[in-house]
């Protein structure tokens, strides 16, 4: 699912918080899209919230579709469904980031559970990160769809405890608002 990238890409800009200066804002279409990132002890835990103007089936085609989400987030290399049943997928994923002549990769294979429509939790079960976990949830709110995410990341690098959590809020709020261009950008081509 896509937001199972984007755990995956927040617990690599984990690790690029520690070559990454502080750098350009997100932009400003993404400003409305709440993120917190705190670290607790080794882990980062993160936690979104945004609204889409499109139904909870346009966000979770986006949100899921593995295969082509190379396509729409920046950081990702590949992405391939490995398997697949009505409720389960098992994908694996790799991508990274970069900050000067500095390159952090990543390289998992998750289990992604589906509860159409409503709910994506996702675990990572090999790679190399030590831990990525996370559930997004869609919610109808009139004519748009809410999204919250939450997951809970361990880098296999240390995380600053001060700039480290900005940096992941900026990655993340980046990433998401990529999601939401998407899901607006099939909305509006589905429509002509």
């Avoid at 559970?113 to 190399?128: A, D, K, M, R, T």
């Amino acid at each position: 699912m896509l937001i199972q990238l984007t755990r995956l890409l927040t617990a690599l800009s984990l690790t690029s918080a520690l070559v990454a200066p502080v750098h350009a804002q997100s932009s400003e279409a993404g400003k409305d899209i709440e993120v917190s990132a705190k670290k607790v002890a080794d882990m980062v835990v993160i936690d979104v919230s945004f609204t889409v103007e499109a139904t909870t089936k346009e966000a979770w085609d986006v949100l899921v579709d593995y295969d082509h989400m190379p396509d729409f987030l920046h950081n990702l290399k590949s992405s391939k469904i490995l398997s697949k049943s009505p409720t389960q997928l098992r994908v694996a994923q790799k991508g990274g980031v970069s900050h000067g002549p500095i390159s952090l990769t990543f390289d998992v294979v998750r289990d992604v559970q589906l509860n159409p429509y409503s709910e994506i939790i996702s675990h990572v079960i090999s790679g190399n990160l030590k831990k990525v976990d996370g559930t997004t949830r869609l919610a109808a709110a009139g004519l748009s769809t809410k999204i919250t995410f939450h997951s809970e990341s361990i880098s296999n690098v240390w995380v600053p405890p001060g700039i480290g959590p900005a940096l992941i809020e900026s990655e993340t709020r980046d990433q998401f608002n990529d999601m939401r261009t998407e899901i607006l950008r099939r909305k509006n081509a589905a429509v002509k």
